[in-house]
């Protein structure tokens, strides 16, 4: 039971009650139905100054994910794919040249970063395509995608093994640059470990790392494992790396359709 459950956080002026376990009548043996108390204490949050409520730990102000397909589409698949993942791979190649083609404005894909951490190099490249996004936005983020998936050997461990962490952001930069013509030395930046002034904080990572921390904890909440990993308008379902576009077809086909008719 979380703390929240025990005190009864409720929203401004507001009370939640929680019921009691159920209650023995003494003498008879029989359970009797559980009377509705009071929690021990109950908080109602109140606005602070400029009217937000701040608690708990940092939260997205907008959607995150990536999107690429038809804005208003009924029908959004959503992937949970990683950079190190032959597989997710497959998925992106498949989805951006194939599918989403075919199915022009009526299906979205909605990409999350899914770091395998048996893949150590993995959190670089998702930090990498996170803030190829912040400096060059959407078109630049799935340009970069598309040449890191193809490039993907690069990093993998045979051939990234005894590069430093600063060699990776700098051959991730410079991919950066030559695919989604962005700077690299803009990237860079955002790949630098943020500093702190104090010297007190020494684990700050860089300025993509609450992004992907959103990401990561967002997986955690849908209960994925492995990379790919797809939904259907928010529910996981089962899909294949090694789809093609007919088999994409038959799974979407029945969706789109349904979605037109609404």
Request: aromatic share 8%; proline share 6%.
């Amino acid at each position: 039971r979380s703390t929240a459950d025990e005190i009864g956080v409720g929203p401004v002026g507001s009370e939640r009650c929680r019921r009691a376990r159920p209650r023995r009548d003494v003498g008879s043996g029989v359970l009797g139905p559980a009377p509705l108390v009071a929690p021990r204490r109950c908080i109602a949050s109140r606005p602070r100054a400029g009217g937000v409520v701040r608690m708990g730990p940092p939260l997205p102000s907008r959607e995150i994910g990536h999107a690429k397909g038809g804005k208003k589409a009924s029908v959004t698949v959503g992937a949970w794919l990683d950079y190190a993942c032959p597989f997710s791979a497959k998925f992106h190649e498949t989805f951006v040249e194939k599918v989403l083609p075919h199915y022009g404005d009526d299906v979205r894909l909605l990409v999350y970063h899914q770091v395998q951490p048996w893949h150590p190099q993995s959190t670089m490249l998702h930090e990498a395509a996170i803030a190829v996004a912040d400096v060059g936005g959407n078109d630049a983020f799935w340009k970069f995608s598309s040449a890191l998936y193809a490039t993907q050997t690069d990093f993998f461990d045979a051939n990234a093994w005894g590069k430093s962490r600063a060699q990776i952001y700098d051959e991730l930069a410079a991919l950066a640059e030559t695919s989604a013509g962005v700077s690299a030395m803009d990237v860079s930046a955002r790949l630098a470990r943020v500093v702190d002034p104090d010297g007190a904080a020494l684990n700050t990572g860089n300025a993509s790392t609450q992004t992907l921390k959103f990401h990561v904890k967002l997986g955690r909440q849908f209960g994925v494992h492995v990379s790919p990993t797809a939904t259907l308008n928010g529910m996981v379902c089962d899909t294949s790396s090694g789809w093609g576009l007919d088999e994409w077809r038959a799974f979407l086909d029945p969706h789109v359709k349904a979605a037109r008719a609404a």
